[in-house]
């Protein structure tokens, strides 16, 4: 059975840092491409940010490039969202998710039950 | 970035209803268009894949169609656990955006 679970949410002041974690387990974790996806409070769903199943390509949103580092360990089948300088925009609820269904690595067939961040003073 | 916009943002419906939810892509997406479903408090569930594929598991009540920059999904029966709301999402280049989301709610 697949199972993504997600770690490392929390308040955080507006300037700081956090990294979330993903824990994968039921398939064969560097085969599939992953992603974060947000959603903030009462809002719709955002992707943040997605990786290879390799690491070796990486790709943004716009609203967080430079200020998040997406990474993955695949010996111990991890994926991590590395967040700086946050700000009160960037809280949501950060969803884990598998790529796998076709050929677009943006299809998201399992997802995490999430992790609330809260950025306020 | 592509833009996708969904119709309605609400949509009341009762029981056994035929429901259509409408997305339009900002350009042309090909057919690298998903549908989810999302209930309160809960993560997302794939429905629909590449505009017309269903998701393993998922009732053959939904179903999708579409190509370019027009798509729809359409629910030939709500049951009562159909309630929720409904994103699109476009996989044709990143950034891949979603909808703003329709909810389906009882009439």
């Known amino acids: 059975e697949v199972q993504l679970l997600e770690s490392g949410g929390g308040l955080v002041q507006p300037g700081g840092s956090l990294r979330l974690s993903c824990a994968a387990s039921?398939?064969?974790?560097?085969?599939?491409?992953m992603s974060w996806v947000r959603q903030a409070p009462g809002k719709g769903l955002e992707w943040v940010s997605g990786?290879?199943?390799?690491?070796?390509?990486?790709y943004y949103a716009d609203s967080v490039k430079g200020r998040f580092t997406i990474s993955r360990d695949n010996s111990k089948n991890m994926m991590y969202l590395q967040m700086n300088s946050l700000r009160a925009e960037h809280t949501a609820v950060y969803y884990c998710?598998?790529?796998?269904?076709?050929?677009?690595?943006?299809?998201?067939?399992?997802w995490g039950q999430g992790t609330l961040v809260t950025v306020s003073s | 970035d592509i833009q996708m916009t969904q119709s309605p943002s609400s949509l009341p419906a009762s029981v056994g209803d035929r429901v259509t939810i409408t997305c339009r892509a900002s350009?042309?997406?090909?057919?690298?268009l998903n549908w989810y479903q999302q209930k309160p408090g809960k993560a997302p569930k794939l429905l629909i894949y590449?505009?017309?594929s269903l998701q393993s598991g998922v009732p053959s009540r939904f179903s999708g169609s579409g190509s370019g920059t027009d798509f729809t999904l359409t629910i030939s029966s709500l049951q009562p656990e159909d309630f929720a709301t409904y994103y699109c999402?476009?996989?044709?280049?990143?950034?891949?955006?979603f909808g703003q989301g329709t909810k389906v709610e009882i009439k």
């Open positions: 998710a598998k790529a796998g269904v076709g050929v677009a690595d943006g299809n998201f067939d399992y």
């Open positions: 039921g398939f064969t974790f560097s085969t599939y491409a």
């Open positions: 990786i290879s199943g390799t690491g070796g390509s990486t």
């Open positions: 350009q042309s997406i090909s057919s690298y």
């Open positions: 590449a505009a017309s």
């Open positions: 999402q476009q996989t044709y280049s990143t950034p891949w955006t």
